[in-house]
């Protein structure tokens, strides 16, 4: 209705109810009193009048008189509850009252509370009753989720059609993300509030909601950081929390036992256990404890990634020492520990790697006990390909089922994932894969190349370095940082093991017999003295073959210690070798000179002068000289390992 008007003409134009609307209006500021009375006299003259009904609740509503608007609300519901202008009413009461839109959130809280029981009911099973605007179907079942919060007495009678209209909203609008809105409110407001509430059967709808909640918190888990404590604890707000609550809830609504271990306060060694009793205690039916399995195997196999690849700290690659015995025979030479023997170091000191590897060695506990016979490993990939779960979708996922072949030696499985040289995790674990199926090519390009991207990487943040392996480190496990220093020297490591191998296989005759040692001598001077214990062997392989070529000895030999070795060769009567190690070979110098008498103790003077010379880089950076051996001479090193 219009604002009053002072017009005869348009006074003389209204009819009985307008006229006195009109006169309630005008004295709507000055005098509340006599506004009342207009309002009373209209009420009773057109008591089932919907016009005037509405006007005098907008009347008392615009002067804030909460009790009278109150009843003026209950006729209008009483009289005309189907009208569009009631129902309008009540869709705006209903947002400002349950989501706190507009800015009359306090006007319609008051009118809620201070109206009749019986209003209050009809406004809430008014709501709870309708299907919502296409337009605005979020907001309205936020509202119904608020108030059957708020009034749980109504959640047995609308909980399973709130379940099902959503349930069926996220398939056909949604079919392809499981992050869209309805799936949120299904599995984020709407189970947790509801099955406590219900108690009809209807397990096949709540498990169909169960894989809908799981694959919506592991992919919603990708976009957060790691969820757990350093020492396993879980935040109840976290995607994981939210879903170890949910399945506690399903687990009691199915009447499943074991689902009290999900419980905020369980240890995660203590939900293992149990599980593992869950299991011996199921005959038939293996859902049960696969399903609640599934749900601790993904935490600790999403947390193990993101802790170690993810949390903003050092990140770690899951490696495997390359191990060789030169005692034991070629055919057995790589020695491989079976998974059970396989123990994994973390760097000391660090609550973090701890944590990362307590989440990993739950991780394959869980996969084993999954996979441990025929029926469990049948209903859990079946249970993972229902809930839309792989290694695709899930990027952690793959990064889990990658160390997981490092750790139980499914070395193929590894070099069949399309190589990635952006990751250093990749390179080294291709380089352990292909080392242990005898293709040591691949293996050394793969350590060359990670190597190489060495000074990407972070600085070690302890002040001790970094240790090389040792041979009581050979085939063993290791998270290993992915620091310029630890990366560099396991690589080195492993390629000196790679050498060995090949050097190991070769004959006395054999054309890379010398290239072998001497590049084998290169890379000994790293972290000297930690590899001192392996140049007296190769010294000795010289001395035996009493003849060593090796022309780029001066451009990467600057160790000191090294070079008074090979000095006390060259003019050590007892050890007869001859050193051909001059940049030009000697041959070529002979050939080269006029006269050939005495050209021998010519060139035992150039190479004298060229050890002497030599000292004067022994303060050079054996690092940055490593990293130049390994860009320049990668064909020769790689071309040497042809049998």
């Known amino acids: 209705m219009a604002a009053p008007s002072s017009d005869p003409v348009d006074v003389v134009a209204m009819n009985d109810s307008e006229y006195i609307l009109d006169k309630a209006y005008s004295c709507l500021k000055s005098s509340r009193y006599e506004c009342l009375s207009w309002t009373l006299t209209a009420k009773s003259l057109f008591p089932n009048d919907l016009n005037v009904l509405f006007h005098v609740f907008l009347i008392h509503k615009e ?42 959130n306090n006007f319609y809280q008051k009118l809620f509370y201070s109206a009749p029981k019986d209003v209050q009911e009809s406004l809430i099973l008014f709501i709870l009753n309708q299907s919502g605007d296409a337009d605005d179907l979020l907001s309205h079942y936020r509202s119904k989720i608020l108030i059957l919060r708020k009034y749980p007495q109504h959640i047995e009678k609308f909980g399973e059609e709130l379940i099902e209209t959503l349930l069926t909203l996220d398939k056909h609008g949604h079919t392809h993300n499981p992050l869209n809105p309805y799936r949120s409110l299904l599995v984020h407001d709407v189970l947790p509030l509801v099955l406590p509430h219900i108690s009809t059967d209807n397990s096949s709808k709540v498990i169909k909601c169960f894989q809908k909640a799981v694959e919506y918190y592991c992919v919603s888990s990708s976009l957060v950081k790691a969820e757990g404590t350093e020492k396993g604890g879980l935040s109840p707000d976290s995607p994981f929390g939210r879903l170890f609550e949910l399945t506690r809830i399903i687990c009691d609504y199915l009447g499943w036992r074991g689902g009290e271990c999900f419980q905020a306060n369980s240890s995660p060694e203590t939900r293992y256990q149990r599980l593992v009793l869950r299991k011996e205690e199921c005959n038939e039916d293996l859902r049960p404890f696969v399903f609640m399995a599934v749900v601790a195997l993904l935490f600790h196999v999403r947390e193990y990634v993101f802790l170690k690849a993810y949390s903003g700290r050092v990140q770690f690659a899951l490696v495997r020492h390359l191990s060789f015995d030169p005692v034991r025979s070629s055919t057995i030479k790589r020695i491989r520990l079976s998974p059970s023997e396989s123990a994994i170091v973390c760097p000391s000191g660090s609550e973090h790697s701890k944590s990362v590897l307590l989440n990993f060695k739950l991780s394959v506990r869980y996969w084993n006990l999954l996979n441990s016979t025929s029926e469990p490993q049948e209903e859990f990939h079946r249970l993972l390909q229902q809930c839309k779960l792989d290694a695709q979708r899930l990027p952690w996922l793959h990064q889990f089922e990658m160390d997981r072949h490092i750790y139980q030696e499914n070395y193929n499985e ?61 085939g063993r496990l290791e998270l290993l940082p992915l620091t310029r220093q630890a990366v560099m020297s396991y690589c080195v490591g492993s390629l000196v093991t ?146």
């Open 498 to 643: 790679c050498l060995r191998v090949r050097f190991h296989e070769s004959t006395s005759s054999s054309e890379n017999r010398d290239v072998l040692l001497g590049h084998l001598v290169v890379l000994s001077q790293f972290g000297w003295p930690k590899m001192e214990a392996l140049f007296p062997s190769l010294i000795q392989e010289i001395r035996a073959s009493r003849k060593f070529t090796y022309n780029l000895f001066f451009s990467y030999i600057i160790n000191m210690d090294m070079l008074e070795e090979f000095a006390f060769l060259r003019h050590s009567d007892a050890a007869k070798v001859e050193l051909d190690i001059l940049q030009q070979s000697t041959e070529i110098i002979a050939r080269s000179r006029t006269f050939t008498r005495g050209v021998n103790r010519e060139v035992n003077e150039d190479l004298k002068l060229a050890l002497q010379e030599q000292t004067n880089r022994s303060g050079e950076n054996v690092v940055d000289l490593i990293i130049s051996f390994l860009s320049k001479e990668k064909e020769s090193i790689v071309s040497s390992l042809l049998k």
């Open 63 to 104: 002067s804030c008189n909460i009790s009278e608007s109150a009843k003026s609300l209950q006729e209008l519901l009483a009289k005309f509850p189907n009208e569009e202008r009631v129902r309008s009413l009540l869709s705006t009461i209903s947002g400002d009252l349950f989501e706190g839109n507009g800015n009359e």
């Open 414 to 474: 590894i070099l069949e994932v399309e190589r990635n040289l952006e990751h250093h995790s990749h390179c080294l674990q291709t380089a352990c894969a292909a080392y242990y199926l005898d293709d040591v090519k691949m293996a050394v390009e793969n350590l060359i190349d990670s190597a190489l991207k060495c000074r990407k990487l972070p600085a070690d943040s302890s002040s001790g370095e970094s240790k090389l392996e040792s041979d009581s480190d050979k």
